[in-house]
């Protein structure tokens, strides 16, 4: 039912700057969570950055400085604004959003990825 459309990604120079946005379509019962990961070719997927419930910010440790998180309740979008991009932050980046049940368990959603490529 929940699903998580990524956009605005694209081709950049290093040094230059985007914002993704992660539209969130349908019903979150008890947010725990949204975060945005990335993969590159051949490497695993890893934490960019996270976004708690509370408003509690962590940041993986290569975006950190660069990369801001932030997450609009009326539109019910997440974005990140990335700045002073480098090639290695090529990759396809993934919103996620843990959520809290009724039940009490947890479910876990994923969109489909959107492309940043970072090269002169």
């Known amino acids: 039912q929940v699903h998580l459309v990524e956009s605005g990604g694209g081709l950049v120079h290093p040094g230059g700057s985007l914002r993704l946005s992660c539209a969130v379509n349908g019903s979150i019962f008890n947010l725990v969570s949204m975060s945005w990961y990335r993969q590159a070719p051949g490497k695993e997927r890893e934490l960019v950055a996270t976004?708690?419930?509370?408003?509690?910010?962590d940041y993986g440790l290569y975006v950190r400085g660069r990369f801001t998180i932030s997450r609009d309740n009326v539109e019910n979008v997440m974005y990140l604004r990335m700045n002073s991009l480098k090639p290695e932050d090529t990759g396809v980046y993934y919103c996620n959003v843990f959520d809290r049940l009724l039940s009490g368990r947890y479910s876990d959603y994923w969109g489909q990825g959107t492309q940043v490529t970072v090269s002169s």
């Open positions: 976004i708690s419930a509370r408003g509690i910010i």
